[in-house]
């Protein structure tokens, strides 16, 4: 039996192992420079201003969310197919979520239709656009900003799958996933199985120096040491070196130097792991190229900007199809069972019916093995056994 083949992995080294260990033996566990150090490589990675380090891809969505000024009651829109989170957050600060149905050809939400539900809408009824850059295919940021600056909206782009993703722009410029051009803040999650791996991650990204500060602020319990924003003066209240203030409702969603070392680590290899998947996606468009029955959702040479956190497929027998690869210890993954038909956005009033592109999408996706570290054998095998009767 062959070993066990997941649809994503991460790539730990011994460079990785090592960047760990070294902040082990140092004097910051926490809050010392390593944070720092990835926030900005990162940035310089994306093409952003400016980047935050927080504790997870979820954490980063709930603080963006703040920061943006998302209040009770105020509306956002994204897409059902998306990993949950993408939509939660908005929830966590009391708003509401309406979907936008998704275009069949990319499963990424369909702009037209978020035009179309704001222009039926009355002015003022929605505050915010997540669009999420599905599987790594980057969503036109260019013309999410164009609707949003109509509409008063500002955009959070759930990059999470994307990181070194662009689309091209129609001054023919490539405008790379979290740069900041478009989108008021960015996300991206450090999960092992996206591309960068630190166990437990995330990050934001802006070229707003107001959301930058607000998020620096949240990340650490509303708490700020830096003099020049305290509100109280020396004559209200006795400031030393000790004295700190805290400023509004903060969290502690900090990420540990032990895993931002492990990122910078990881950050230093990801064009490398990127050309990897683009190589494998290539591959895996070629193996269907001729074959009717597995149709590739997107393919590379449509998508050059294409990020591949996921190679997804799309095929009438996918109950089949996941049973057949299982046999073969392939374990390959469906994203994602549609939000709007999960039990408790249910219990929110969504039902069967409400967004019919992506609940078709899901009876025909799968996401097959999209990992750097796949070896070409393995990735022969997995065609082999999705193409054998
Ligand atoms: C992984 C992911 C998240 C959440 O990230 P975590 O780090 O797991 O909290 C959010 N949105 C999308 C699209 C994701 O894939």
């Not at 978020?114 to 997540?130: A, M, N, T």
């Not at 013309?143 to 759930?158: C, N, S, V």
């Not at 449509?302 to 374990?331: C, F, M, V, W």
Request: charged share 25%.
């Amino acid at each position: 039996m062959n070993k066990p083949i997941p649809y994503g992995r991460q790539n730990i080294t011994e460079e990785d192992i090592s960047a760990v260990v070294e902040v082990l033996k140092s004097d910051f566990l926490t809050q010392g420079p390593k944070i720092l150090e990835f926030e900005q490589k990162f940035a310089n990675y994306v093409g952003s201003k400016y980047a935050v380090a927080v504790s997870n891809g979820t954490t980063a969505l709930h603080l963006s969310v703040l920061a943006l000024g998302l209040k009770p009651k105020q509306k956002i829109i994204t897409t059902p197919i998306t990993f949950a989170a993408s939509a939660n957050s908005a929830l966590y600060v009391g708003a509401e979520v309406e979907f936008a149905d998704i275009d069949p050809d990319t499963a990424l939400i369909d702009l037209k239709k978020v035009r179309k539900l704001l222009e039926s809408s009355p002015k003022g009824s929605y505050s915010g656009l997540i669009p999420v850059d599905l599987a790594g295919c980057p969503v036109n940021m260019e013309e999410a900003r164009k609707i949003a600056d109509e509409f008063g909206l500002w955009i959070l782009e759930d990059a999470c799958h994307a990181p070194g993703g662009y689309f091209t722009n129609v001054a023919g410029e490539k405008s790379f996933c979290g740069n900041g051009r478009y989108a008021d803040a960015s996300v991206f999650s450090f999960h092992p199985v996206k591309h960068i791996a630190c166990g437990e991650g995330g990050m934001i990204t802006t070229n707003s120096a107001e959301v930058y500060e607000e998020l620096l602020l949240l990340r650490t319990h509303g708490i700020t040491k830096d003099s020049n924003r305290f509100r109280l003066s020396s004559e209200e209240i006795a400031q030393g070196g000790w004295y700190y203030e805290m400023q509004e409702l903060g969290y502690n969603y900090r990420i540990p130097d032990i895993l931002a070392a492990l990122g910078v680590s990881q950050l230093n290899r990801a064009n490398e792991g990127l050309a990897r998947r683009r190589e494998i996606a290539e591959k895996y468009d070629l193996a269907f190229s001729n074959q009717p029955q597995i149709k590739p959702l997107t393919t590379f040479k449509d998508y050059p900007g294409h990020a591949y956190h996921l190679y997804i497929i799309q095929t009438k027998d996918r109950k089949e199809l996941y049973e057949k690869l299982k046999a073969n210890s392939i374990y390959s993954q469906v994203h994602y069972i549609p939000l709007h038909l999960q039990p408790y956005y249910k219990s929110l009033g969504f039902k069967k019916g409400d967004f019919p592109l992506a609940e078709k999408y899901y009876e025909e996706a799968l996401s097959i093995p999209m990992y750097p570290s796949l070896s070409d054998s393995e990735q022969d095998f997995v065609i082999q056994s999705i193409l054998k009767d």
